[in-house]
């Protein structure tokens, strides 16, 4: 059994003993570097440009600008082809551009023979600007008189609505009805490995792409395009990855590599991003501005929410609207009994281009949504936990946006587990102490819903394939790519399951060729462990079904009476014992029978089951100093069979700290008259380190996904999403102010104690020390 179990990460001890090997660590010899010149404003045109004197440097070898480049605009998503055209992403990048659409856009860039040479180049192109005034948010950018940013685009990106019940007719008829407007700020992924990519040609018309990408497949089509070139010319193969969360989930560099190889001869080209680089001018979180209408009945029953979204996504589409289509889909399963109705639009705007990040518009909603729920529980006099229990999702229920039956939902169980573990009523009786003089206390809480995969807005698709070594061992190709999530680690679980052998008898290759690995469209949207959990198993199912065949051959028995244990052919009573060492041998050698024994399998999925979880969180407050302490932090998911405890516990953990550096501290900003991004590096963009981290506490709600090859659902994204709207409604429990913007950083809890009165009425004598 190896499912279940604590295996250890496959990559661990190469990763902490720096033997693993990254995009940077593997380039050619002779590789040149490549250097962006970046927009100095966020919203004009280029009207000279003047590149003569950077030509002129020693070691330089090319320079191109955006009279240089191909004028095929094209979309940068990392979606799966669509093959409705009107459903595809936005084509409007080029390589380069002379219409200036954020801070930080890209100009012209120089090719040295080293890095130093190619910064030196770049500060002697001389531009001249043609300056616009900057759209930067929802009223400017769809004003009727505002200049458009994309020709024939209105500066809308998309816009849809849906209506499940009855909503106007709800609020009519319920006991109560709330309102609220939430804002959402730009937050950036901030992974250990910046961007980097490199290409080389190694014969006429074969390019070879190595790039630090959660979408290889995907990359490689979308070069093919970008270029106008056959996507069978093309190879991208992708080694290890030190973080993506989204933001490698677009192709940011490799069609400019590709390019760039292409024009000096196919001499290898790297082009990496600084951090500064990699804060303003790759992809951002899509701020939100949500207002919610929710009604509620005295018994505390939710009988309608209503959600309008705007979302921003930038001086590019990227992601554009999918982003908020995806958010306003995936919280319909938390409460899917009440009327509920949404609409979002998706504007352009001169801000950095937004796109993929950890829970993919979810966040965003959620925190509206959360806040809402509680912001109604105090209205009703209810407790926060009694509310969402006579509210959430039960197994059984409808999706009334699907008209599926969820097929498993323990969200109830999450809060109960919740509720002991937390010991959350003993805290709130210890608060009464806490709710007047300088420091306070309060609990919060806040649950989610979130799927496992795209489908049906997308499709899925996940291949694998396995082989027998001559030694007996078992080598596991699949397309889905380790990111640093652990995937390969519960693939080779999963694989070893099925095979009946230890999953120290398998190794998964992490690294993914286009060229020759089974197509999968990447990393992303939590579908990793469910999507290829399905080709995993059958084709496990598969090899071993053939090496019990040969076995039956060599041993001149019936299959049925053979079975696998451990690393050897044994039969019911364990009297017969084939090694699996000899059975290859004679599979691979032996004159006249056998073959190499191989399985694959390229599955689609049909189906999307939802994880659910809730977080409960104690916080003091310090009101005179505007400081928030979390005195303790619980997370608690229903993501379906766990298939390894302690990965599954740190995913929890990254998430949570990244869920509360993204609610108390990170933000990206923008001058509001001019777009100028000012703190994109990581001094000024406020990231929490592990010196910031309170103590983080986890469990798990083990449900059957009977959807699942396993019964696991997703876990990759869920555990930050609920983190921001607890966080604020334990504010409010301890203070009783409303955080409805984010960060809640000190300079925002000023702002707010301020205008609720709140400094005025703590006198410096009332300090009291409290112990943590």
């Known amino acids: 059994m190896s499912v279940g179990l604590s295996q250890e990460r496959l990559d661990a001890k190469a990763k902490v003993t720096g033997r693993c090997r990254f995009t940077g660590d593997l380039a050619l010899p002779g590789t040149r570097i490549a250097k962006y010149l970046h927009s100095t404003i966020a919203h004009g045109r280029v009207v000279d440009i003047d590149t003569s004197e950077a030509m002129s440097v020693t070691g330089v070898e090319a320079v191109f600008t955006f009279a240089d480049i191909p004028k095929i605009p094209f979309a940068t998503a990392g979606h799966a082809f669509n093959l409705d055209p009107a459903a595809r992403d936005k084509e409007d990048r080029l390589l380069l551009t002379d219409h200036i659409r954020y801070h930080g856009d890209e100009i012209a860039i120089v090719v040295a023979v080293d890095g130093l040479t190619a910064s030196k180049a770049l500060k002697k192109i001389k531009v001249t600007y043609e300056e616009y005034p900057a759209i930067l948010n929802h009223d400017q950018a769809l004003d009727e008189k505002a200049t458009e940013l994309h020709e024939g685009s209105g500066n809308r990106v998309g816009e849809h609505n849906y209506q499940c019940g009855d909503v106007q007719a709800a609020i009519a008829e319920a006991d109560h009805s709330l309102t609220g407007q939430f804002q959402t700020q730009m ?424 994880s659910y979880g809730c977080t409960l969180i104690e916080v003091e407050v310090d009101i005179e100093l505007c400081q928030l302490s979390i005195l303790g932090i619980h997370n608690i998911h229903d993501s379906g069979k766990i298939i390894n405890p302690d990965l599954a516990a740190g995913q929890v953990y990254g998430g949570v700290g990244m869920g509360i550096s993204g609610a108390l501290s990170e933000e990206l900003l923008a001058d509001p008259e001019t777009g100028w991004i000012y703190n994109n590096n990581l001094l000024d963009y406020k990231i929490a380190t592990m010196m910031d981290a309170p103590d983080i506490s986890c469990d798990f709600v083990e449900t059957h996904e009977p959807t699942a090859a396993f019964g696991n659902k997703s876990l990759g994204e869920p555990p930050l999403l609920s983190v921001a709207p607890a966080i604020r409604n334990a504010i409010l429990d301890a203070t009783g102010v409303a955080m409805n913007q984010l960060p809640m950083s000190p300079k925002a809890l000023f702002t707010a104690f301020r205008d609720a009165g709140l400094l005025d009425s703590v006198r410096p004598q009332e300090r009291a020390h409290v112990s943590h």
């Open 187 to 610: 937050v950036q992924h901030c992974h250990m490995e910046n961007h980097i990519a490199w290409a080389y040609m190694d014969d006429t018309d074969h390019i070879v792409i190595m790039s630090s990408t959660q979408i290889p497949h995907i990359c490689r089509r979308i070069v093919s395009q970008a270029l106008d070139i056959p996507m069978s010319t093309i190879q991208v193969i992708k080694p290890a990855i030190g973080g993506g969360f989204g933001n490698k989930q677009d192709v940011v560099l490799e069609p400019m590599v590709a390019f760039l190889t292409k024009k000096l001869g196919g001499v290898p080209v790297m082009l990496e991003l600084t951090r500064e680089e990699g804060l303003s001018s790759t992809r951002i979180r899509h701020p939100f501005r949500v207002n919610v209408d929710c009604a509620v009945n005295n018994d505390g029953t939710l009988k309608a929410l209503a959600m309008d979204v705007s979302s921003n996504t930038g001086g590019y589409a990227s992601h554009g609207h999918s982003i908020a289509k995806a958010a306003g889909s995936k919280v319909v399963p938390l409460y899917p009994n009440a009327a509920l109705s949404y609409q979002a639009i998706t504007h352009y705007s001169n801000l950095p281009s937004a796109g993929a990040m950890r829970g993919y518009g979810s966040p965003q909603l959620v925190y509206a949504v959360e806040s809402i729920m509680e912001d109604a529980a105090r209205k009703l006099g209810m407790d926060s936990i009694d509310f969402r229990m006579k509210n959430v999702a039960q197994t059984g229920d409808t999706n009334p946006l699907t008209g599926k039956v969820i097929e498993s939902a323990g969200i109830r169980e999450c809060l109960i587990k919740g509720r002991e573990t937390f010991g959350w009523d003993q805290k709130k009786q210890e608060h009464q102490a806490f709710k007047s003089g300088n420091i306070r206390r309060g609990l919060g809480l806040a649950c989610f819903s979130y799927g496992s995969g795209t489908y049906p807005a997308s499709v899925e698709i996940a291949g694998a394939r396995m082989i027998l070594n001559q030694d007996g061992r078992v080598t596991v190709q699949i397309g889905a790519t380790e990111i640093g999530q652990g995937s390969d680690t519960v693939i080779a679980q999963m694989a070893a399951e099925r095979l009946g052998i230890p999953v120290s008898a398998i190794r998964v290759v992490s690294t993914q060729d286009t060229d020759t690995t089974p197509f999968d469209p990447g990393s992303f949207a939590s579908r990793q462990t469910y999507i290829v959990c399905q080709a995993v198993a059958e084709t496990g199912d598969l090899l071993r079904q053939r090496i019990l065949e040969h076995a039956s051959t060599m041993l001149e028995l019936p299959a049925e009476q053979l079975t696998i244990s451990k690393d050897a052919v044994v039969n019911g009573d364990k009297t017969v014992h084939l090694s699996l060492n000899e059975l290859a041998l004679d599979a691979y050698y032996h004159k006249t029978r056998g073959q190499q024994l191989t399985a694959e399998v390229s599955r689609k999925v049909t189906t999307n089951a939802y």
